[in-house]
T-cell receptor
């Protein structure tokens, strides 16, 4: 079945860039997402990318997709303490279908 | 828009009791998803609906779990009888096309 893998922890200094990586196995994944979860809160959709794209930039966020290697990354520029959270990678073969999530990467930002 | 609304936000109950979780999707969204989040298993799909019709309930753990969507603006997830292993955060999400928006979740504790 589908599987999404992420490293569990990442620690960066305030002001540095953070790069969170994700790999997936389903070659039919058409939509790939990044969600952010703060303690005690729901999942906030940060950004998404279609499989026919290589890169998407949205303010401080840059998503890179290597479809050949089934590798997705999220780069956060100028990381702030408010970026400390768990970041989930998710994939879906088509719209309006369930998401398959990774286990999440806990980002800690050190002041 | 108010976003996806879930109630209650927290529920503490005793083993054997019936628990009902409620969800109001974003107006105009035609798909609704119930996910469960635990430390051990991460985020898992329980069931999802398209246009109020259940499409895939293969993630529902067992017959103790049931879900309904009587109309486009309301869904319930019921556990009867509840067990301690059902303790988790239950999320409802809704979508119109390829982006899912999550509610704040219901934290369920079964003693």
């Amino acid at each position: 079945g589908e599987d999404v893998e992420q490293s569990l922890f990442l620690s960066v200094r305030e002001g540095d860039s953070s790069v969170i990586n994700c790999t997936y196995t389903d070659s039919s994944s058409t939509y790939l997402y990044w969600y952010k979860q703060e303690p005690g809160a729901g999942l906030q959709l940060l950004t998404y990318i279609f499989s026919n794209m290589d890169m998407k930039q949205d303010q401080r966020l840059t998503v890179l997709l290597n479809k050949k290697d089934k590798h997705l990354s999220l780069r956060i520029a100028d990381t702030q303490t408010g970026d400390s959270a768990i970041y989930f990678c998710a994939e879906s073969p088509s719209g309006n279908t369930p998401l398959v999530f990774g286990k999440g990467t806990r980002l800690s930002v050190i002041a | 828009d108010a976003g996806v609304i879930q109630s209650p936000r927290h529920e503490v109950t005793e083993m054997g009791q019936e628990v009902t979780l409620r969800c109001k999707p974003i107006s105009g969204h035609n798909s609704l998803f119930w996910y469960r989040q635990t430390m051990m298993r991460g985020l898992e799909l329980l069931i999802y609906f398209n246009n109020n019709v259940p499409i895939d309930d293969s993630g529902m753990p067992e017959d103790r779990f049931s879900a309904k969507m009587p109309n486009a603006s309301f869904s319930t997830l019921k556990i009867q009888p509840s067990e301690p292993r059902d303790s988790a955060v239950y999320f409802c999400a809704s979508s119109f096309s390829y982006t899912q928006y999550f509610g704040p979740g219901t934290r369920l504790t079964v003693l």
